[in-house]
């Protein structure tokens, strides 16, 4: 990989882990779910000139758009609410290896012994993670971050079935259909959203504006132009990133701790992921060929 292209994944990994830390932030004094709605229905403005015109298949669109938009970011938005960034972060790299499985079961994958390996140190190390001794159960954060990366990796798998479409048209998308069941269920089960984002004030709304244009617009775009240009196999593992830089913010801008848990279950669950992302498969492949197709 050049040197040029390596900084500017690591700046996109930057950009993430901030973002996990920033929507922790926020969410402590907003509803998560009002504050999933704000973002989508903001990124659906920003970026409406994609939505035309309409994709052919645009069913497996907006299923594909519900799973990694609108379910996975409910999902999210409530971990973050219920956990801290470092946790939730480390727990959601757990898409990969749910990716894996769920490719052996619907893409006839096969899955050799070094990939089991790390799929069983993944799940590990997230169960150390989310294992709470003071009540001997599962740490709620944990919990829905885990959700969060199978609804993900669902919309992952329903992806390789779509035809080719533009990485910014499929973002309009994904936020044209999650705005609209967010709405309804932050009225449903959440109040005090108005007062809460008036409170948040201008900070607020930049944490808003960072996570729709660093992050998906900036972000997301480039990363699709990194794929572009090699492997899956190779980038993926680079994107481990993110979860350390969610754990250095999370440590110096929300004081949060690093326990020997974290730190431990951390290692396992990366050790895991990377495992999985370095091993050359069909299923990868296939995505980095369609990633090519829909940035192209």
């Not at 069913?59 to 609108?70: P, R």
């Not at 993900?152 to 080719?164: A, D, L």
């Not at 709304?205 to 699709?224: R, T």
């Amino acid at each position: 990989m050049r040197l040029s292209d390596f900084l500017l994944l690591s700046l996109i990994c930057l950009v993430w882990g901030l973002n996990l830390v920033a929507t922790r932030w926020v969410v402590a004094d907003v509803p998560p779910l009002a504050y999933a709605f704000l973002r989508f229905a903001l990124i659906a403005v920003v970026l409406a000139p994609f939505l035309f015109p309409a994709p052919r298949n645009l069913g497996l669109v907006a299923l594909v758009g519900l799973c990694i938009g609108g379910l996975n970011f409910a999902f999210l938005f409530i971990a973050l609410k219920n956990g801290t960034a470092s946790s939730v972060a480390i727990a959601g790299q757990l898409g990969l290896p749910f990716s894996t499985i769920l490719s052996m079961a619907f893409l006839g994958e096969t899955v050799g012994w070094r990939r089991g390996l790390g799929m069983g140190l993944a799940f590990a190390g997230v169960v150390l993670i989310a294992y709470d001794p003071n009540t001997f159960g599962l740490s709620l954060g944990v919990a829905f971050a885990v959700l969060a990366a199978l609804v993900g990796s669902v919309g992952g798998i329903i992806m390789k079935r779509m035809e080719p479409i533009g990485p910014f048209q499929l973002q309009a998308w994904v936020a044209m259909v999650s705005w609209p069941i967010l709405l309804p269920l932050t009225l449903a089960t959440e109040t005090g959203q108005i007062a809460a984002v008036q409170a948040g004030g201008w900070g607020f709304l930049a944490a808003l504006a960072f996570s729709v244009f660093a992050v998906s617009i900036f972000g997301h775009g480039m990363f699709y132009e990194i794929v572009k240009k090699y492997e899956v196999t190779l980038v993926s593992p680079l994107t481990l990133m993110t979860p350390v830089w969610a754990v250095v913010f999370g440590v110096l801008l929300l004081h949060e701790t690093l326990t020997p848990q974290l730190a431990g279950g951390a290692a396992l669950a990366l050790t895991g992921v990377g495992m999985i992302a370095a091993r050359p498969n069909a299923a990868l492949r296939k995505l980095s060929a369609l990633f090519r197709e829909w940035t192209s």
